[in-house]
């Protein structure tokens, strides 16, 4: 599973929030696209992801950004959607089908595909998507060149789904052990905790 995040990036997302509904001359008119594009930083993901949980019209427009053909914009985006989503899962359901979408497209960048996988990993996937996700993680994990986050957010996604398709088990089985000599620590860790629950 992910790694549990460290109270201190709880306290900050917290505190942006605070922020984002308390004096409005902090949050007062924030162009999301703007501030995606002006800074590229853990900080201001949070922040922007703050001011995107504060109404559905926010969220709308950072998902707006996430969903853009504009490489830059979307990859910075996707990083505010993620942190959004792991502070308020109900937020992206309307936006679920955006998502596995992104996991399917060949031109946008690899932190889009990254973060969508790793928020379909965290989230109860509406049954009418379920093909399209298995299919797309099973081709991430069966591609060498496929980056090794997207690989290992992938295995979680496909475990999670084995459980209401237990036939795909013998296939997530094998993939992990054709593949355990030519892929990287993080990938048979993963593979390890995934081969021992199945």
């Known amino acids: 599973m ?12 917290n505190t942006e929030v605070q ?9 007062s008119g924030m162009d999301i696209k703007e501030e995606i594009l002006k800074e590229h930083s853990q900080k201001q ?12 019209k926010n969220f709308k427009e950072l998902m707006r950004c ?29 936006y679920i089908k955006d998502l596995v979408i992104q996991i399917q ?7 889009v595909v ?18 399209e996700v298995m299919n797309a993680c099973f081709g991430f994990i069966e591609t060498p ?18 459980k209401q398709y237990p036939e795909i088990k013998p296939e997530l089985k094998l993939i992990i052990e054709e593949r355990w000599d ?3 620590a993080a990938f048979r860790s993963r593979g390890r905790k995934i081969l021992s629950a199945l």
């Not at 922020?19 to 949050?27: A, C, K, L, T, V």
């Not at 996430?66 to 490489?71: I, S, T, V």
């Not at 497209?105 to 932190?111: G, Q």
Request: aromatic share 10%.
């Open 2 to 13: 992910l790694k549990k995040e460290s109270n201190k990036t709880r306290i900050n997302f």
């Open 45 to 56: 993901a949070i922040r922007i992801a703050a001011y995107a949980c504060i109404s559905k």
């Open 182 to 184: 030519t892929e990287t």
């Open 145 to 162: 060149s496929t980056p090794i986050a997207i690989k290992a957010f992938s295995l979680t996604t496909l475990f999670n789904l084995s």
């Open 19 to 27: 922020r984002s509904s308390g004096p409005q001359e902090y949050y």
């Open 105 to 111: 497209r060949k031109d946008v960048h690899p932190a």
């Open 66 to 94: 996430f969903m853009a053909n504009e490489y830059r914009l979307a990859q910075r985006a996707a990083w505010s959607v993620t942190w959004a989503t792991k502070n308020n899962p109900e937020i992206i359901k309307p």
């Open 114 to 131: 990254r973060n969508s996988v790793r928020i379909l990993e965290q989230i109860d996937i509406p049954e009418e998507f379920h093909g």
